[in-house]
């Protein structure tokens, strides 16, 4: 089924490591965090009565009655935040799985749910350290600190130590809760609605708010039960610490700003330009939905550029074009049709992509849907385009799956699922944008997903009820 083995392992270690493992392990002296948590303005009462009306206008009826173009738009961004974790958490229990059959060997079936993630991973990497490839150039040549277990995941260091069995990357974790990169989305939406209102903030000042929000959620022990950080994390924190971990606004932009303009122009980290950006851009979207796409597109881009210091064409293209889609659709724009356009972008391999996004849909549409051999060609097709997290592959597999289930938000969540891979960030990108298309024209999520999200659902559901996000 899964074609070229080798080069898929390869592309999973390349993913899920990063330079020099032994020394962002070390813990020489215990570090700690300045934190409090971040508390939320109370919204003004205009908007308590604003946003009271819109909310029972859309959630006691199935019937859209008075719906204006701004409750669309407002109803296609909270479905779309919601469908950003709800594809994430439906993941977790199988990320990073590259070998399909594991799911049913490991959970007896292909999952049609939430589950709690077992303690084992077939193929997780996380407690074979030392041995790690090297994800970034010049990390041995800097003096190291330590980092995960002292100024991240703070509990969570004998999991990437212990050498006693393959960890799961999200152990301990229980059904329908949400990993790393999309509770930073939420708490990113957070910070938005907390400091920004009424959508009038300079981008700048807004950046600088949710990044030091970030490193405050990062860097505090207890905000959050994952095991496993990314890359990006790891390699913005190493580098936080060489700059003298500054933690106000404005320190932190300069850091981030100044980060980016040197990594940038010097030779890429291959472990940056990958799916796992997209999840913290998200919101970036959504609040920016109302404005142009250009618009969108800078906001979204320049923040990413805080968190992913790349050249230009590594990682920016593909954003741009997974910006212009989401915010086309928010915006009432179909699915089918953006999706359709983004797969035949010389970005994703033009005229050659499409023709073989042709023949995969047309194999799948012999077998019924939810059918386990249509699910076959999806897990086929996606081996084909990208299972990994490398940008371009993922890319394409994600707007693969968001043609096929255009108008099927849980059909799209649940095969993006179950043909594993880079499955969370994958599927939270799709999520949001398949449940975007969802809210624009009207369709209710579903609501057992949305009832079984875990850790962030009280967050999510206070944020909805008193803000536009
Ligand atoms: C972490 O997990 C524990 C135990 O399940 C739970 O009580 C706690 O609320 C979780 N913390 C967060 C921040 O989700």
């Known amino acids: 089924m899964l074609s070229g083995v080798s080069a898929i392992v390869t592309a999973r270690l390349g993913c899920i490591t990063t330079a020099s493992l032994v020394s962002l392990l070390c813990v020489t002296k215990v570090q700690v965090a300045a934190s409090a948590t971040p508390t939320c303005q109370r919204p003004r009462l205009t908007e308590v009565i604003q946003r009271g009306l819109t909310t029972q206008a859309t959630d006691t009826s199935n019937t859209m009655i008075f719906t204006s173009p701004m409750d669309k738009l407002s109803e296609a961004k909270q479905a779309s935040l919601w469908g950003l974790l709800i ?45 790690g490839g090297s994800g970034r150039s010049g990390f041995s040549t800097r003096r190291e600190e330590p980092l995960i277990g002292n100024v ?63 490193v405050q959620f990062l860097t505090t022990p207890g905000t959050h039960n994952d095991t496993y950080a990314e890359s990006f994390h790891r ?64 906001n979204t881009v320049d923040f990413v550029r805080l968190t992913h210091p790349l050249p230009p064409h590594h990682l920016e293209p593909f954003l741009e074009l997974y910006v212009k889609v989401l915010h086309a659709v928010l915006n009432g724009a179909s699915l089918q049709e953006k999706a359709a356009e983004a797969l035949q972008s010389p970005v994703l391999g033009g005229s ?11 194999e799948a549409a012999g077998y019924a849907k939810g059918s386990d051999s249509r699910l076959s060609v999806y897990q086929e097709a996606v081996g084909r385009f990208g299972l990994a997290c490398y940008i371009k592959g993922s890319l394409t597999s994600l707007f693969f799956l968001a043609h096929e289930f255009h108008d099927d938000m849980e059909g799209g969540v649940l095969t993006n699922t179950n043909v594993g891979g880079e499955n969370c960030h994958r599927g939270a990108a799709l999520g949001a944008l398949l449940a975007a298309a969802a809210g624009s024209t009207g369709k209710p999520l579903p609501q057992g997903l949305k009832d079984g999200l875990g850790s962030a659902r009280t967050d999510l559901m206070a944020l909805l009820a008193n803000s536009k996000l």
Request: hydrophobic fraction near 40%; include cysteine.
């Open 87 to 131: 594809g994430d958490a439906l993941s977790m229990p199988v990320h990073w799985y590259y070998d399909a059959d594991d799911i049913k060997r490991d959970y007896g079936k292909w999952l049609t749910g939430y589950v709690a993630p077992r303690k084992q991973h077939p193929s997780s990497i996380m407690s074979l350290s030392a041995t």
């Open 235 to 298: 390699a913005f924190f190493r580098d936080w610490i060489q700059a003298g971990k500054p933690v106000t606004k404005d320190g932190l932009i300069d850091f981030a700003e100044k980060r980016h303009e040197e990594q940038s122009a010097g030779s890429a980290d291959s472990q940056l330009a990958v799916i796992g950006a997209f999840v913290m851009a998200v919101p970036f979207v959504l609040h920016a939905a109302h404005l142009s796409e250009a618009e969108a597109v800078r």
């Open 152 to 214: 991240i995941l703070h509990d969570k260091l004998q999991y990437w130590t212990n050498r006693g069995g393959s960890v799961h990357y999200h152990q301990g974790m229980s059904a329908g809760d949400s990993t790393l990169n999309a509770l930073c989305a939420l708490k990113v939406c957070q910070t938005m609605t907390r400091v920004d209102p009424d959508n009038d903030l300079s981008p700048r000042d807004l950046r600088s708010a949710v990044l030091a929000d970030y």
């Open 352 to 362: 050659g992509t499409w023709k073989r996004v042709q023949t995969f849909s047309s």
